[in-house]
């Protein structure tokens, strides 16, 4: 029984560290550069997919209850990075050109949680609309968010001690 329960705890620790794969209810955003030509006196990056687009979408996703996370197949972690670099985003350690995909599995009512966020309808509106970003979405039947590919080793974690007896 001590075993199963380690085992037990283990596979928990793994999904939670995003080591595997899953497969599940979701939604799928997906967001693609404008092809309005740049408004005079407009800087031409505001018309492209930024990593604060995707990283607004995935904050979101979170706070919807998403249980797990990718971008064009790379898996969300604890660690995992969102910059731009250039005209393309590095997301872990890829470089990830357009269209961004992010897939989110969660709860069947994911997305409703999501588009309830008045946050977030205003920033993809604003995005959309000033710009001419392509947002859209879609909820297949189910959503596969890979496991994380990169190496897992934190040089500067350690553990949080711990109040001892009478603390």
Known sequence: ALVRQL???LEKARIAAGLIPLRGTGVVFQLQDSLQ?????????????SARDIRTVIEELWLAGADAISVNGERM????????IGASILVNSAFLAQPYQISAIGPKDLYD?????????DFLRARS????IQVSFFQ??????????????????HPAATPGPGS
Do not use: C, H, K
Not at 37 to 49: F, I, K, L, S
Not at 77 to 84: G, H, N, P, Y
Not at 129 to 132: A, H, Q
């Open 7 to 9: 085992n037990d705890d």
């Open 37 to 49: 030509p740049t408004a005079p006196g407009r800087n031409e990056d505001d018309y492209r997919v």
């Open 77 to 84: 972690t604890t660690s995992t990075a969102i910059l731009d």
């Open 113 to 121: 949680r999501v588009s309830a966020s008045q946050g977030f309808a």
């Open 129 to 132: 609309e000033t710009y001419g």
């Open 140 to 157: 297949p039947d189910a959503v596969d968010v890979p496991a994380f590919a990169g190496t897992v080793s934190l040089r500067f974690a």
